[in-house]
């Protein structure tokens, strides 16, 4: 007999609550939940979901190569869980004794691509406990300017932890993040947002999701963001349409600085030397409407009524995301954005961007497990970048592996993470995985990156295990609850779940004491125990448990900023102390048609990309529901430019770079601008039930764009690839 069972998908970061049917060990079907905070809507992958779990390609058992890495065929040999975890366990402990742990890096498919945000923060502590500094996790693509170039102005991550105050903003602006595809919980508390009469101003290449619905949408070249909002900050400032108080009491504005040297000083330095205040030289760096229309297409009135708009309709809550983290300039243009949110005065109150409060637990991200003495790869090239926090850029790695600078990457120990393809330079990343010593991947599919690996592991889905998540983050409501998701269905095969593989892992490399000696139950329990609730609650309440927390507002006012001088740091006298701009400035990308009119000639339109609402990044080409809707690649290109190159809607074109070329099949959009073209990156499986094709990833008739790609020339503070904006042609084929 069928039975409904609260649940929740992880599919993707929206982690949306859902009521799961299960008939007889099967899973059958995923729908909304409406009483939970994410419950509202379910999306097409997560309905796909028994798909997904039923798939005849799923990895069931472990499996060893038997042939050399430049083998076609990996020559994969079923061994047994024990085989593989002593084998796993020697090795790394071999590598780490002959080099250091630190020549083991750790990988993981994003928490915000897969149901590795179950178990990310025990494989941070299994990286920890093992003593290397090097995890490989797309910080540089995916979070950098969410989270950690944020640091630099607001000694906080905003607005990756201080997320929007949807319920209660009296404006939204969505820069290069469209929730529509790629978080279904906020794409509705949008929709019900601006129900209730907020304001939306949305910044894109592309007329896509809600920007269709927004009072503004700012159509910017791709890669020119920062200009965008230094204009828009001037405005602001020449209009006085900013929270005086807020800029004058509670960022670096009115100090001083040498005009001698640039060094900033803090209130109450003398010096003879000549000195301007901040605001002045802020104001000066500021781009006015008509030059940042000249750079960035949006025209000069926009820029204004935008401008206007964010203060007459303030609170401001704002999100960025991929839109903005892939560029060679990401972290100058979070840094003029910081500066245009600082001058809303909106941050940390009741419409703007906030903290909700989380669910008081213990930390299990290993950070007192944290040896002294190793150094992150990258932390020499770029000391304020990714790495400092232990993060591995793409590029490093292969760098790492491949030429040994700064030292041999040894082992990689990888959880998902389809590496080559989600990487520019996908064939320089499939060298570099074969030039390592050691490299085991866990995933429920042979990925491109897996034809790498000395062992593959074989994970559950997300509904063949039990799960913990404490927050969901977009409301305070979300973020309050806790949910325990059931096993619904038993593992397919021989698969053991992330966490169990894990737990495994650690206990046989000597590490069970920092891992409660390989006990879940013993393992969540530590972590829920301040707050309040139990293992058996939550496993008596599959939908989950809802804590009567309260958002705290204006929490500066207490202790001030997070940043080493208490405040706002608009001018950044670290970034200085680096010799990078202290105030946020604008630069040119580093594949463009001003930056680089050699290429310029040749490949005369402007390259981005953006995500599938049918696919998670590079997964799920293989499901048959999802590719009936999308089952070819596709570029999106104006229908002039189309026209231009005789080339008709639905064609096979070839997109190409001074990289190489690739297929796709064109799709027209008259909202783009004719100089700019969209593609898609991810594609590589076949659909067997469709008779659709796979793609190879590398050579002749591939479709995978980050084949094309470059990861330079990247940002250089954090190492974030220029996969957003560079230059292509597009042919028929
Ligand atoms: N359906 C689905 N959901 C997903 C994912 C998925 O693959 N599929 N992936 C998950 C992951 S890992 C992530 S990181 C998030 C990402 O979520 P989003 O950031 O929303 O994803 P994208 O669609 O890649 O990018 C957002 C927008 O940026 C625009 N854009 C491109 N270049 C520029 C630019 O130079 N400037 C500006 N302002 N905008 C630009 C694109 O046109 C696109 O509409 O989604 C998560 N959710
Ligand atoms: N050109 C271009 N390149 C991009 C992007 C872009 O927008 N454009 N986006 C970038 C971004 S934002 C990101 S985050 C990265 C994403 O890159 P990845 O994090 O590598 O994401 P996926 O491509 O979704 O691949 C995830 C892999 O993990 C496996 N997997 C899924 N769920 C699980 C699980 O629960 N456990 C385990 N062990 N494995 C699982 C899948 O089968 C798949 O093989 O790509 C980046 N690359
Ligand atoms: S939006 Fe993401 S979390 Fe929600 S149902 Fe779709 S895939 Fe699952
Ligand atoms: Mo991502």
Redesign the pocket.
């Known amino acids: 007999m069928a039975t409904d069972v609260a649940t929740f998908c992880p ?4 982690r949306c609550g859902a009521t799961a049917t299960v008939d007889n060990g099967r899973l059958l079907a995923l729908r909304p939940l409406p009483g939970h905070p994410t419950g509202q809507a379910i ?1 097409v ?1 997560g309905k796909a979901a028994p798909e997904i779990v039923a798939h005849p390609e799923r990895l069931l058992h472990p499996l060893r190569r038997t042939t050399p890495k430049s083998a076609d065929d990996p020559g994969w040999e079923r061994i047994s869980w024990d085989e593989a975890l002593t084998t796993i366990a020697a090795k790394l402990t071999a590598i780490a004794s002959e080099s250091g742990p630190e020549a083991v890096v750790f990988g993981s498919a ?5 149901a590795m945000s179950d178990s990310i923060d025990w494989l941070v502590r299994l990286r920890r406990a093992f003593g290397s500094p090097n995890l490989l996790g ?1 910080m540089e ?3 950098w300017g969410r989270y950690f170039a944020t640091m630099y102005t607001w000694g906080e991550p905003v607005p990756g932890a201080y997320l929007p105050d949807l319920d209660q903003a009296g404006c939204i602006l ?11 919980a906020h794409a509705t508390a949008t929709t019900a947002a601006r129900r209730r009469g907020a304001k939306l101003v949305v ?4 007329r ?2 809600l ?1 269709s619905k927004a009072d503004q949408w ?1 159509r ?6 920062a200009a ?1 909002a230094l204009a828009i900050t001037r405005v602001m400032i020449e209009n006085d349409w900013y929270d005086k108080e807020f800029v004058e009491k509670w960022t670096n504005a009115s100090w001083l600085v040498r005009t001698d040297t640039g060094e900033l000083l803090a209130p109450g330095t003398t010096t003879d030397a000549p000195t301007r205040a901040v605001w002045d030289l802020l104001a000066e760096s500021c781009l006015t409407p008509e030059e940042a229309e000249r750079i960035t297409g949006v025209p000069a009135e926009q820029i204004v009524a935008v401008a206007r708009l964010l203060w007459e309709a303030r609170p401001v809550a704002f999100y ?8 060679s300039n990401a972290t100058q ?1 979070v840094r003029a954005i910081s500066q245009l949110y600082a001058l809303t005065g909106s941050l940390d109150k009741p419409g703007g961007n906030v903290l909700f409060t989380p669910i008081p637990a213990n930390p299990i991200d290993g950070m007192d497990l944290r040896p002294p003495g190793t150094r992150a790869i990258g932390v020499d090239d770029r000391p304020l970048g990714p790495a400092r926090y232990e993060f591995v850029t793409g590029e490093d790695f292969y760098r790492a592996a491949l030429d040994g600078v700064p030292y041999r990457a040894r082992a990689l120990v990888n959880f998902g993470a389809n590496l080559v393809m989600a990487h520019g330079d996908s064939a320089r990343g499939r060298d570099a995985l074969a030039a390592l010593d050691f490299f085991v991947h866990t995933d429920l599919f042979l990925n491109p990156t897996a034809a790498q690996a000395d062992l593959v592991l074989p994970a559950t889905s997300a509904w063949e295990a039990e799960a913990l998540r404490m927050g969901f983050e977009t409301s305070q409501a979300a973020q309050s609850t806790v949910q325990l998701r059931q096993q619904l269905v038993a593992p397919r095969g021989e698969a053991r779940s992330d966490l169990r593989i894990i737990f495994d892992l650690a206990v046989a490399l000597g590490l069970g004491a920092q891992f409660f000696d390989g006990d879940l139950d013993a393992a969540w329990r530590h972590q829920l125990a301040p707050s309040g609730v139990t293992l058996d609650q939550l496993r008596a309440a599959p939908e989950g448990i809802r804590l009567p927390l309260e958002t705290v507002h204006r929490k500066y006012e207490q202790r001030g900023f997070r940043t080493p001088s208490g405040v706002v740091e608009l001018y950044s006298e670290t970034l200085r102390q680096h010799g990078y701009p202290p105030l946020p400035t604008y630069a040119e ?1 580093s594949l463009s048609p001003l930056s680089r009119p050699d290429l310029a000639a040749r490949y005369p339109l402007v390259l ?12 799920h080409r293989e499901i048959t529901s999802l590719r009936k809707s999308a089952p070819e690649p596709q570029v999106e290109l104006h229908p002039d430019t189309a026209a231009a190159r005789n080339i008709s809607a639905g064609d096979w074109v070839r997109l190409e770079t001074p990289k190489g070329s690739i297929r796709a099949r064109a799709k027209f959009n008259v909202n783009l601008d004719p100089g700019v073209v ?1 593609g898609q990156h ?1 594609w590589w499986q076949p659909a067997g039930d469709l008779g659709q094709p796979g793609y190879p990833p590398f050579g002749d008739g591939s479709a995978n764009l980050n084949l094309v790609l470059s990861q330079t020339p990247s940002d250089p503070i954090s190492g974030s690839s220029p996969l ?2 560079s230059l292509c042609e597009i042919t028929r084929d």
């Open positions: 599919l993707c970061v929206s999306c992958k994003s928490p915000s691509t897969s797309y693509l995916c979070g969505y820069w290069g993040y469209n929730p529509s595809v790629s978080r279904l910044v894109d290449p592309r896509a999701g920007a700012l910017v070249r791709p890669g020119t963001d965008l960025t995301w991929s839109g903005l983290e892939q560029h243009t990308p981005t990309c953006a995500k599938s609402l049918f696919f998670c990044e590079t997964q969209c991810g957003r904006a």
